[in-house]
């Protein structure tokens, strides 16, 4: 098969920036690698890591960079628009990490700007790649469900990660961050039938005594237009030492043919320990008890990362350098799933059901 030579900006050095530039860096296709970040030694630091051929402090210098034929932008959530939207100006395709954006307008505004340009825009919902949400799409292909009646899934995590994000974008609740993944698996799942209402209720206490006025847990009720309805929950205020590396997640489907029960807890691979087990998310907060393989993007495992943000990365570049197929969530699907978050939150701040 013949492959077509890349020139890799990632835009944003921070964890997942980095691990996408680290793995990018070993794939054949990539002959120019170049990583930017506000923080010019967090860019640097990378650039040493990864042998990029370039690091900066300024984005646009780097999207327009005439070595670079790509862009990821790993930004923190609420940066996402202005490096999605020049790098599309320059018809450079697109990975951008999950959500879209944190509103509408923009979501809006970068999807028409895609399609003027007639240039690639993926959105990266790395969940779809873990290989149980992937086994159960190919059984809903397969037709061994049949036709989906509802779906329940719930996913929680500890206040610790949860206000690490808050710190970083206090907008990115845990419904619009981190429920996000599983409304995506949920929508992917029921791939072309419409989401057309949502109730939602929530309430905390633990991230508002930490000063953000946000809900430690909030559980939906999504129906769409086919009549199934979706039931999704988040809890994200577990005590800082449970023993969640990630988060731990229940999907159950339900259909007319058959049921899919994917158990994504953890539970089952425990360690415990004197030595100390670290946190990928939070470096100073060390546990004696963990759930292995729960942390969300993957792991470093014997000098290498594996999981699925390296999946879904790899299928990206595999996709423009050879053409492979590419399952990763197009815009129109992660403006649907902001569109069902930003709904969620409207309806637990109001206490009524919101139609889409």
């Known amino acids: 098969m013949s492959s077509k ?6 835009i944003g050095s921070g964890r997942i920036g980095s691990l996408r530039a680290i793995l990018s860096s070993g794939h054949p296709a990539i002959k120019f690698l170049g990583v930017s970040d506000i923080n010019i030694n967090n860019a640097k630091k990378l650039a040493q890591r990864c042998n990029a051929n370039k690091y900066t402090d300024n984005n646009y210098e780097l999207i327009s960079d005439p070595n670079v034929t790509t862009v990821i932008v790993s930004t923190s959530e609420h940066d996402h628009y202005d490096a999605v939207m020049y790098a599309l100006e320059l ?36 969940q779809r790649f873990k290989r149980r949400y992937l086994s159960g799409k190919d059984q809903l292909v397969e037709g061994r469900i049949g036709n989906i ?5 719930r996913a929680c995590n500890t206040r610790a990660q949860g206000i690490e994000i808050l710190k970083r974008s206090p907008t990115a609740t845990p419904v619009v961050d981190v429920l996000t993944y599983w409304v995506d698996v949920a929508c992917w799942y029921l791939e072309g039938i419409e989401p057309v209402e949502v109730t939602a209720r929530g309430t905390g206490t633990v991230f ?6 946000v809900n430690d847990t909030t559980w939906s009720l999504i129906k769409f237009s086919n009549g199934a309805i979706v039931n999704l929950g988040v809890f994200f205020a577990l005590p800082s030492h449970s023993p969640q590396l990630g988060m731990g997640v229940r999907f159950e489907v339900y259909g007319d043919d058959g049921a899919l029960i994917l158990n994504d807890d953890h539970t089952d691979e425990l360690l415990v320990t004197n030595n100390g087990i670290p946190h ?9 008890t963990a759930f292995l393989s729960s942390s969300t993007p993957g792991n470093w495992h014997l000098g290498d990362y594996w999981g699925p943000v390296a999946d879904e990365t790899r299928v990206w570049l595999d996709h423009l350098s050879m053409g492979r197929p590419c399952p990763i969530a197009s815009p129109e699907d992660a403006r649907k799933n902001l569109l069902i978050t930003l709904a969620m939150e409207e309806s637990a701040k109001k206490n009524s059901t919101i139609n889409l």
């Not at 030579?5 to 990632?10: C, Q």
């Not at 009646?149 to 899934?153: G, P």
């Not at 990928?280 to 060390?286: H, K, Q, V």
């Open 5 to 10: 030579e890349l020139g890799l900006a990632v």
């Open 91 to 126: 018809g450079k395709p697109v990975l951008v990490e999950k959500p879209i954006a944190l509103n509408i307008d923009e979501a809006d505004k970068m999807i028409k700007k895609s399609k003027e340009a007639n240039t690639l825009f993926r959105v990266g919902y790395a």
């Open 149 to 153: 009646l509802s779906i329940s899934a």
């Open 208 to 213: 508002r005594e930490a000063g953000f006025d």
């Open 280 to 288: 990928a998310y939070i470096p100073d907060l060390e546990f004696n």
